[in-house]
């Protein structure tokens, strides 16, 4: 049972890195990666955690990035976490957040949700994470919105009344970082860009040019149509096959349950091959 795609409260899951590990193991995970956007933060308590319950853990992290006025998110996987050239970008990508945060949070008060702002950012357990997801907590705790997905569609989305334009890392730079961190580079969850096919053909081109190794051909709540498809570009653009829940709190819509992957397609070359040698 494998999971490389998971969040802790370090950036927007809910549960502290030691729980998501007990949770994975206890869901039968025996290899799993934590992947907090834009930190790398939880990786020892989690690594701990899993050395006493006796399942794989390896590093992870996911980097957003812009990509042709795009946000793309990019999976780095098994790489050293105290490389300074890593971490200096992720630095630099966290130092952003809160500014766009706050200007998010405005946008929602012009609209009439007074005190978004300061509501949201006491959702915050790390100001340096703020984020989209703990904007939408706030609106679903406020009653503005019922649920999560509702608070995107409405509001928070790319291209929505209350989204702002933002720079994260480079695609080029991400995948340079997490080479050069010894890792792999994975496009996360490309079912979600809602690309079109020569977008998303563009996107794998530049990605594979630039030495990225994998796309996630599982990722939360795919179908097995879903992962047919994306088998079948893993396979033509020479792409290992990775699998995710993007697991964030429990009975969470559009995640998948944690620690506990459907099998890929039998065409795939697991990216966990490259680790578990
Ligand atoms: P941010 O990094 O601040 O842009 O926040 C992105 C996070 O918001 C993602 O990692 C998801 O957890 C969540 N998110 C993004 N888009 C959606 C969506 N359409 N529906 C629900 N959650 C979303
Ligand atoms: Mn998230
Ligand atoms: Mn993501
Ligand atoms: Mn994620």
Excluded at 100 to 108: G, H, N
Excluded at 155 to 174: I, M
Aim: with cysteine; glycine share 10%; charged share 20%.
């Amino acid at each position: 049972m494998i999971d490389l795609h998971c969040h802790s409260n370090i950036s927007d899951g809910a549960l502290p890195p030691r729980e998501v590990v007990r949770l994975a193991h206890a869901n039968g995970c025996t290899l799993l990666a934590l992947t907090d956007h834009d930190h790398t933060g939880g990786l020892a308590e989690a690594r701990q955690e899993a050395e006493a319950l006796g399942l794989r853990l390896v590093s992870g992290v996911e980097i957003s990035v812009s990509w042709r006025k795009r946000t793309i998110h990019m999976v780095g996987l098994n790489f050293d976490e105290q490389n300074s050239r890593l971490q200096t970008l992720l630095a630099q990508v966290r130092q952003g957040r809160l500014e766009r945060f706050a200007r998010m949070a405005e946008k929602l008060e012009r609209r009439g949700f007074a005190g978004a702002y300061e509501g949201a950012l006491a959702l915050v357990p790390n100001r340096e994470m703020a984020s989209r997801t703990h904007l939408a907590q706030w609106l679903i705790e406020q009653g503005h919105v019922r649920n999560k997905q509702q608070a995107f569609k409405k509001y928070l989305g790319d291209g929505k009344p209350a989204w702002v334009k933002h720079e994260w890392a480079s695609l080029e730079q991400a995948v340079a970082a997490v080479l050069g961190a010894g890792g792999i580079a994975v496009i996360a969850h490309p079912i979600r860009y809602g690309l079109s096919a020569t977008a998303q053909r563009n996107l794998f081109t530049e990605f594979k040019a630039l030495g990225g190794q994998a796309i996630e051909v599982h990722s939360a709540t795919t179908n097995l149509n879903d992962r047919l498809n994306y088998a079948r570009l893993a396979e033509q653009h020479g792409f290992l096959a990775s699998a995710g829940s993007d697991f964030h709190r429990a009975g969470d819509f559009g995640s998948g349950k944690l620690g506990a992957c459907p099998p890929l397609p039998e065409r795939c070359r697991p990216v966990w091959q490259e680790f578990c040698l």
